[in-house]
């Protein structure tokens, strides 16, 4: 029984925590749970309700730590959403001031010019 319940955890958890998606990791989470449960119901003794309980709590551990993984995905995508903003008003940003630039050294150079022709 033990060594079921080990091998029960582990495929769970690496079942739960390969996917940040709910979606893919209820199955085989839900189907350790039933299994656990149909094992207290075929034998409820203190060993399997024990049992059950731990399982219980290692379910819900696994199901924060989901809910965990996809906020944590799910922040890294917007941030690369905001980067890739911040990138293209950076380039806008650079793109305007490299036309003030060549403004300002037109003006510069016609104010230049008028000033030298106004000597003369």
Not at 54 to 79: E, K, Q
Request: net charge neutral; proline share 2%; with cysteine.
């Amino acid at each position: 029984m033990f060594l079921t319940l080990v091998l029960a955890c582990s495929i769970a958890a690496s079942s739960v925590l390969s996917s940040a998606a709910i979606i893919y990791s209820l199955p085989p989470a839900l189907f350790y749970w039933v299994m656990m449960f149909c094992v207290l119901l075929a034998e409820p003794d203190a060993l399997h309700l024990g049992t059950a309980g731990l399982s219980l709590a290692y379910g819900i551990l696994m199901f924060g730590a989901i809910f965990n993984i996809r906020n944590m995905t799910r922040n890294v995508l917007d941030l690369r959403v905001e980067k890739s903003d911040l990138i293209d008003r950076l380039a806008s940003e650079r793109d305007e001031a490299q036309r003030s630039k060549i403004r300002a050294e037109r003006a510069s150079h016609a104010k230049s010019n008028f000033l030298a022709n106004m000597s003369h």
